[in-house]
């Protein structure tokens, strides 16, 4: 079976940096397009990075030139660097396999239970 199992979150003070990582397994990996996305409480589920098969990195023009998605095909896993964090980063973070043949990076088939990300002084 799929599982997406998301890791790093916690409470940052803006400024700061947080890494998070997504162990992924019950498929072939590296065949997929992966992304990340997030939600706070009472808001919209929010799409904010992607990586396709070929290593091409997609971003929300919100974390445009402060966060970086990568992949590690060999060990499964996803990663997001996210650096100059924001009060407004703040929010559930979660890992996502795109569907197959999809044309965007917001169409998932599978995604994990997340992991909490608050940015606050």
């Known amino acids: 079976e799929v599982q997406l199992v998301e890791s790093g979150g916690g409470i940052v003070q803006p400024g700061k940096s947080l890494r998070l990582s997504c162990a992924a397994s019950?498929?072939?990996?590296?065949?997929?397009?992966m992304s990340w996305g997030r939600q706070a409480p009472g808001k919209e589920p929010e799409w904010v990075s992607g990586i396709t098969t070929g290593l091409t990195k997609h971003y929300a023009d919100s974390v445009q030139g402060r966060f970086t998605i990568s992949r590690d095909n060999r060990k499964n896993i996803l990663y997001l660097e996210m650096n100059s964090l924001k009060p407004e980063d703040t929010a559930r973070y979660y890992c996502?396999?795109?569907?197959?043949?999809?044309?965007?990076?917001?169409?998932?088939?599978?995604w994990g239970q997340g992991t909490q990300v608050t940015v606050s002084s």
């Open positions: 019950g498929f072939p990996f590296r065949t997929y397009d």
């Open positions: 996502a396999r795109v569907q197959s043949d999809s044309p965007r990076m917001d169409v998932y088939d599978y």
